[in-house]
């Protein structure tokens, strides 16, 4: 039988049947999830899964039964994420969330997470509608987009990632559900960056928004998906094997000591540029094209736990003794 | 001259806020307290930062009467725009002190009181050149002209100066002389014509000193065990956090490595808040928010998650006056239904009701084993008038038991159960076991939401898996009644009884007394927690009349009674109430029974 570098079978990294429809891009990124998750090697005691609500929020159910599970309030899981992180610092927290959860209700959050660089990651499930009320348009919907009854989307459209570039976001990537070959390495590097890694993963609504018309759908997104560079993800102190003609490859070590290696695709692009990240972002979206892979990666910034120079030990783990002003010295506080 | 009155009386300091004034009333409080006597100040403040009137009253009261007085004795008016008004809350045989440039002829002014023009500004313009230090130390002068008019020594005053500017002797220096300058004008220029004088007292205030609610339960905070707190600014409540903060960076940091053992964060909003708040709890440490009323509407949805997915979390809510913004830096207990029930659906929570600086304390360190123990949010009701004022108290009693963590199952009591479920009720007391994330079983996860699930975690949408589990909550619920701070009753067999609860209990205490010299006996007692203990009912069917008493319009904790009691006592018990914004004064609860006593109402049995 097959283990991971934990010693656990990949079907320990599954969970329940999913129920979401035949063919919604959330079913695929929850197998590629599972998959990163196994090869990584995730313990799935010190995995916290959180989520908002809406169909994205239900999936963490559908993998990693074994581990802790919290689906919050609608746009509020970061508030949630961040609480279980400063308690509990040892935990890798995996946060699942949707357009709706995370650029309309969820917004404020979402930028207050970014901003404090909360060490986690945040996978939106990126479709541009409503699934579980049925069909609305969410913000993430791309000026002219249509709904199922040809109804245009007017109003300007929310970019997760340049708008997390833009909060000083530290890993910020974007991918497409039917892509498990990008997907599953930035996942990983996500895994290792320490730091809020947003991921943005286009993830059509076969029900609701997968028409003709719609920018969110599986014929769109394979049309205009440009493809800004492959990664490859190398686990700390494992050796680089895969050679490279010089010049094609951008290989960024992450804080653990793993790598990423970026190789390039169409172009040449610096991965830890932000003024290139929003430049790309801004020149493919007026192109009606979206641009997937690694945008942006600091490594350079400190998380929550270290900006709060919290103590290495979990603070749910501390004892009266290393928590209460001791006997000796309260009189003096009434004095 | 009317006859002397020692030690009893109040002084109402009229002031506009930014002027420095709070020094200077912080000085004269000090200094009658240096005296022996009990003193207790409140502040009446705007919501604002500069140039608004304020009033800081301090009451004396050689028996140790800690409410407030609705008219004053001593008026010391140094705010042009208010002086008009403020001239009429002085009681018949009071004394003015005023800025001697204000008129006193006029129709509006009394001639039942003493007047002591003082030329406030001039004297502080002869003595100091800078401005914008002339304007505080006016402030200073008139701590000396009431002083020398009643008898506190200029060494009292120079020691309580000392006490207010510590670390800044030059400021205390300037002070100590501004105070001189008023008590040479009073001693030179002022005929003493008033009948209040202070005299040194022994055997109330020893070993107390000044406290405010909000340090105290910082306090409590600390020494309960609070790891992670997260907080939006909001008055009345942010010295809460404040004071946590102060105390965390004294006795939570590692003096050699700087490491921490607390995570503080200043969220977004209040509904990041009791996010953090909740995510921390359910990560198993023990966390808590504080805020106000405005807070509290904010975090209504995560409540009810909070009851439901049943997760730990302390939510202190320092009430204010509402509805809406309402009167931000003025008190009210209008929170006290809204918090029992917050939430859409059926919610019902822990709701813990201190009145005092000691029970500030004390029941901020309990919210946190009870929120564990219960595994619910626990709603700790303080108001502006515990929270932001300082109150005569005895040095806070050091925690005598280790924290109760509640019904967590860990990697050993795992291995020692062939399964669990995280909604199973196994002790009937509607109190499920939980594991805590991180535990290094492969059956110790579970998922944690707000959907529909049955004892073992699972998403249902069953119709009696859904009634079973609320049905448990009835039970947890139930199991609190027992478990939360019980009510204080002093009962002597009357047929009339006082029952309030929170800061009301310094009034009803005054009260009593007043009511017992009209003839009025009367039996009390304090409500300390929701939901109320069987002892509420019991104390209420031993009575013919139950008067509750209380600081909001509606009769909130009136209401929530006539919801809970059986039918036949529901007409024993008539609501009492105060909502002016100022903390109710003994005659706001004297008045009503003293006419209802009078005539007792024929019970509608």
Same mark, same amino acid.
């Given at each position: ?7 656990l079978?990949?079907e320990v990294?599954?969970g329940l ?26 313990a799935p005691h010190l995995l ?16 990693v039964e074994q581990a802790h599970g ?88 929310? %970019?997760?990632?340049? *708008?997390?570039?833009? =909060?000083? @976001?530290? #890993?910020?990537? &974007?991918?497409? /559900?039917? %892509?498990?070959?990008? *997907?599953?390495?930035? =996942?990983? @590097?996500? #895994?290792?960056? &320490?730091?809020? /890694? ?18 969110? /759908? ?118 | ?407 967590v199952l860990t990697e050993k009591d795992l291995n020692k159960l062939e399964s669990w479920g995280r909604y199973r009720?196994v ?5 499920p076991y939980r594991t805590l994330p991180g535990t290094n079983h492969d059956g110790a996860g579970y998922f944690t ?6 004892e073992e975690a699972r ?147």
């Amino acid at each position: 039988m097959t283990v991971n570098i934990v010693g656990l079978t990949r079907e320990v990294y599954k969970g329940l049947p999913t129920t979401l429809c035949a063919g919604c891009g959330h079913n695929s990124i929850t197998n590629h999830l599972i998959k990163a998750l196994y090869e990584y090697g995730v313990a799935p005691h010190l995995l916290a899964k959180m989520s908002g609500i809406g169909c994205s929020s239900k999936t963490p159910a559908y993998f990693v039964e074994q581990a802790h599970g919290f689906n919050g309030v609608h746009g509020r899981m970061p508030s949630a994420a961040t609480g279980a992180k400063l308690a509990n610092r040892e935990m890798l927290v995996l946060g699942i969330s949707g357009d709706g959860d995370t650029a309309s209700i969820g917004l404020g959050q979402y930028a207050h997470m970014v901003r404090r660089n909360v060490d986690c990651v945040y996978v939106i499930e990126n479709n541009g509608v409503y699934g579980l009320t049925k069909g609305q348009f969410s913000a993430t919907a791309d000026v002219g987009s249509t709904l199922k009854n040809g109804t245009p989307n007017e109003y300007a459209t929310i %970019d997760v990632c340049g *708008l997390a570039i833009e =909060l000083g @976001a530290t #890993f910020v990537a &974007r991918s497409f /559900s039917g %892509d498990g070959k990008q *997907l599953v390495p930035l =996942l990983q @590097a996500a #895994f290792a960056h &320490r730091g809020t /890694s947003i991921l943005d993963i286009i993830s059509p609504c076969v029900t609701f928004n997968d028409h003709e018309g719609s920018t969110k /759908s599986y014929a769109y997104v394979k049309d205009h998906d440009v493809t800004l560079n492959a990664p490859d993800f190398i686990r700390p102190r494992e050796e680089i094997t895969v050679d490279y003609e010089p010049g094609t490859m951008q290989d960024i070590e992450l804080e653990d000591g793993s790598h990423v290696l970026l190789r390039k695709v169409d172009r040449d692009y610096d991965a830890t540029s932000r003024i290139g990240a929003l430049s790309i972002i801004h020149e493919t979206r007026d192109r009606g094209e979206f641009v997937t892979g690694l945008l942006f990666v600091d490594t350079g910034v400190p998380d929550l736990c270290e900006r709060e120079k919290l103590t290495l030990t979990p603070l749910k783990d501390l004892k009266e003794d290393e928590l209460r002003i001791a006997r000796s010295e309260w009189d003096a506080l009434f004095t | 001259m009317h006859q002397r009155v020692t030690n009893d009386f109040t002084i109402r300091v009229a002031t506009v806020n930014g002027s420095g004034s709070q020094s200077s009333n912080l000085v004269l409080t000090n200094a009658i307290f240096r005296l022996g006597i009990p003193v207790a100040p409140k502040n009446v403040f705007p919501s604002n930062i500069e140039g608004l009137p304020t009033w800081f009253d301090v009451r004396i009261s050689s028996k140790g009467y800690q409410c407030r007085t609705r008219d004053v004795d001593l008026l010391v008016a140094l705010n042009t725009a208010t002086w008009r008004t403020d001239i009429t809350g002085v009681k018949a045989g009071g004394a003015v002190i005023h800025e001697a440039t204000y008129p006193v002829a006029g129709e509006s002014l009394r001639d039942d009181v003493v007047y002591y023009p003082v030329p406030f500004n001039e004297l502080a313009k002869t003595n100091f050149s800078d401005g914008t230090l002339r304007k505080y130390l006016l402030n200073m002068i008139y701590v000396g002209v009431v002083a020398e008019l009643l008898g506190i020594s200029e060494a009292d005053v120079e020691a309580a100066i000392t006490g207010q500017f510590k670390r800044k002797a030059k400021a205390a220096a300037t002070n100590v002389e501004a105070a001189r300058i008023g008590f040479t004008y009073a001693r030179e220029q002022l005929t003493k014509r008033d009948r209040f004088g202070l005299e040194r007292m022994s055997g109330q205030t020893e070993g107390r000193s000044f406290l405010d609610g909000n340090r105290a339960a910082a306090l409590g905070c600390i020494q309960g065990g609070c790891t992670v707190a997260a907080w939006y600014p909001i008055t009345p409540s942010s010295s809460l956090c404040e004071n946590f903060i102060a105390l965390a960076e004294k006795f939570r940091v590692d003096p050699q490595t700087g490491e921490r053992r607390v995570a503080i964060v200043q969220a977004e909003d209040e509904l990041a808040a009791i996010g953090m708040v909740l995510g921390a709890g359910w990560a198993g440490a023990r966390a808590m928010t504080s805020t106000s009323g405005p807070g509290i509407s904010l975090m209504a949805e995560w409540a009810g998650y909070g009851y439901y997915a049943e997760v730990p979390a302390v939510i202190f809510d320092v009430q204010r006056a509402g509805p809406s913004t309402g009167l931000p830096t003025r008190t009210m207990q209008g929170d006290v239904s809204f918090a029992y029930t917050l939430s859409h659906g059926d919610t019902k929570h822990i709701v813990l009701l201190p009145a005092t600086v000691e029970e500030a304390y004390e029941m901020s360190m309990e919210a946190f084993d009870l929120a564990d123990r219960f595994q619910t949010p626990i709603f700790v009701l303080s108001d502006l008038d515990l929270g932001m004022n300082s109150w005569l108290t005895q040095p806070l009693p050091y925690p005598q038991k280790p924290f109760d963590r509640g019904k967590v199952l860990t990697e050993k009591d795992l291995n020692k159960l062939e399964s669990w479920g995280r909604y199973r009720d196994v002790d009937h007391d509607g109190i499920p076991y939980r594991t805590l994330p991180g535990t290094n079983h492969d059956g110790a996860g579970y998922f944690t939401r707000g959907t529909g699930h049955d004892e073992e975690a699972r998403y249902s949408e069953m119709p009696d898996v859904w009634q079973r589990n609320l049905d448990r909550l009835v039970r947890k619920h139930e199991t609190a009644r027992t478990a939360v701070p019980q009510p204080i009753v002093d009962e002597q067999g009357h047929p009339a009884a006082i029952l309030a609860y929170g800061t009301t209990h310094h009034a009803v205490i005054e009260a009593r007394d007043i009511l017992r010299n009209s003839g009025i006996e009367t039996d009390y007692l304090r409500v300390r927690a929701l939901p109320f203990s069987p002892e509420v009912a019991a104390f209420i069917a031993r009575h013919e009349r139950v008067y509750v008493v209380e600081q909001n319009r509606d009769g909130q904790l009136f209401g929530l009674l006539r919801i809970e009691l059986p039918d036949h006592l529901v007409s024993r018990i008539q609501s009492v109430r105060h909502y002016n914004g100022v903390p109710i004064d003994a005659h706001s609860v004297v008045d009503p029974l003293l006419e209802a006593e009078r005539e007792p109402a024929v019970a509608a049995e």
